[in-house]
């Protein structure tokens, strides 16, 4: 290529990253935060009928009409090698590209913005409260789910995490019915030959745990050999939640609301539940009144409605705290929670799947490239001959 082709191409690479730059300020301002967000919500996806999609197809037309008469005019006259018309037919790819695709900077532009409004940092802090918070999000009715709220779910604090034992009890006259025991979950490191030694055993560590090796193998959950060890999990001391004066029916949740990008979900719960805990039982009631407040902030930030009063919800929940043998009916947590869910799934989608592409049009849209390629390239190698034949 001499070098006026080369500036050429220069200029028009130019003027296309700074219509790529019009367009991603477009996007930037466009932008109406949060409030606009719903589960509708994706990156631009060109719809051939907006304001977008309509000048880009007049300005996208208008370059290329223009550049292409500019280069078979006045850059159609020398005898290229090979090698150099597949430099240029490269580049004219490269132009092509950058001619259609104006519609990405735009979404680089919305995404721009809306970060600029909810970094990660705070999307995952945001998380984290409503993590701490989730047993207390829901409606009355669904309190009464053991898929939900089940003493096994408890984390905190020791001796819990448990595990239950359901057992069969006859009545009468061939009547059972199951009643269920909880049991802490220990662990055991041992050398695998003492282990081994019933004896050796027992005259040590079992008798401190306070039964022997044949009850203890019938207590065994899982066992796991490592190296020259033995780690033995096991059922250890019965416990009674139903009795126990520091657990509430909120502990009996470990569900995440969501979990945090990048942290095991088990260490969010573990993380969650000890939280949880210190606000009902360690500390005071205006520590959990306080994260009412950032919860009523953070329904207003993303525009949920909400009827929360932290005051009254935190009284509510510490008075069920204390009467657990009454229904769960008057909790005053009433929000949007369809919305809040559809808000933050969206939000991860936007985050960690952007699709600044939309699948739907990939195949046009690379096809219009490879088409219109073709075609500037057919144009330029045809003027090119003719503009030297008549010389």
């Known amino acids: 290529m001499d070098k006026k082709l080369k500036q050429f191409f220069v200029k028009s690479l130019v003027v296309l990253l700074l219509i790529h730059l019009g367009y991603f300020l477009y996007g930037f301002f466009k932008f109406e935060g949060l409030a606009a967000i719903n589960t509708y919500f994706e990156f631009y996806r060109f719809k ?65 913005k809306l970060r600029s409004e909810l970094s990660e940092h705070k999307l995952n802090e945001d998380k984290t409260l409503l993590n701490v918070l989730n047993p207390f999000l829901y409606n009355y009715t669904s309190y009464s789910s053991e898929k939900l709220f089940n003493p096994v779910h408890i984390l905190c604090p020791k001796p819990y995490p448990v595990v239950e034992e359901v057992d069969s009890v006859l009545i009468s006259n061939g009547y059972y019915n199951t009643e269920s025991r909880y049991y802490s979950i220990d662990t055991l490191k041992v050398l695998t030959k003492d282990f081994d030694k019933a004896s050796t055993v027992t005259s040590s560590v079992l008798d401190e745990l306070g039964f022997d090796k044949k009850e203890l193998t019938g207590r065994i959950i899982t066992k796991k050999t490592i190296n020259d060890s033995t780690e033995i999990i096991f059922k250890g001391q019965e416990v009674r939640p139903q009795y126990d004066d520091s657990i509430c029916i909120f502990l009996e949740n ?45 329904l207003k930030k993303y525009k949920i409605e909400s009827n929360i009063v932290p005051k009254q919800l935190a009284a509510d929940a510490f008075y069920f705290r204390d009467h657990k043998d009454e229904m769960l009916n008057a909790i005053r947590n009433n929000f949007d929670r369809k919305a809040l869910t559809e808000k933050f799934s969206t939000l991860e989608r936007l985050f960690y799947e952007p699709n600044y592409l939309h699948p739907s049009i990939i195949a046009i849209f690379f096809g219009v490239i490879a088409t219109v390629w073709v075609i500037l390239f057919l144009i330029y190698i045809l003027f090119n001959k003719k503009r030297r034949a008549e010389l």
């Open 48 to 112: 051939f009928y907006d304001d977008v999609s309509i000048s880009h197809f007049f300005i996208s037309g208008l370059f290329l009409f223009f550049f292409l008469i500019f280069l078979v005019k006045k850059h159609s006259r020398k005898d290229y090698a090979f090698g150099n018309l597949l430099k240029i037919g490269l580049l004219l790819l490269l132009i092509c590209f950058l001619s259609f695709s104006f519609f990405i900077s735009y979404s680089f532009g919305l995404n721009a």
């Open 254 to 298: 470990k569900s995440l609301f969501k979990p945090v990008a990048g942290v095991t979900p088990e260490k969010q719960q573990l993380d969650a539940a000890v939280q949880r805990y210190k606000l009902l039982y360690k500390y005071g009631k205006d520590s959990l009144q306080l994260h009412f407040q950032k919860l009523d902030t953070l």
